[in-house]
């Protein structure tokens, strides 16, 4: 089994960065590839970015590409999401997901983090 535990949201100025990270128990983060998905007030959890288990594959929604980036450091249990030129529709809650592939589908996951709040002021 594995837990999640998501570091590094707050309060940011639009056009600000902020990074997120989620650190991982057990001893098989490795063998799982991670995503990161986000849930704003009465919308649907929808999908951000993932990466496979070697850190070698990176999927991005089309909404962030180029402004974020997913890695991991398997020797820490952590994975990062770096997110650049923020604006306001960023604002949700995030949550890392670790799961056995790399999928968009919230359903290809099989744990999940609690959340952490990331709002971004105009």
Known sequence: QVQ???FGGGLVQAGGSLRLSCAASGR?????AMGWFRQAPGKEREFVAAISWSGGVTYYADFVK??????????KNTVYLQMNSL???DTAVYYCAAGERST???KGYDYWGQGTQVTVSS
Request: net charge negative.
């Open 4 to 6: 999640l535990v998501e």
């Open 28 to 32: 098989t983060f490795s063998s799982y």
């Open 66 to 75: 180029g402004r974020f980036t997913i890695s991991r450091d398997n020797a």
């Open 87 to 89: 604006n306001p529709e």
């Open 104 to 106: 968009q589908e919230t």
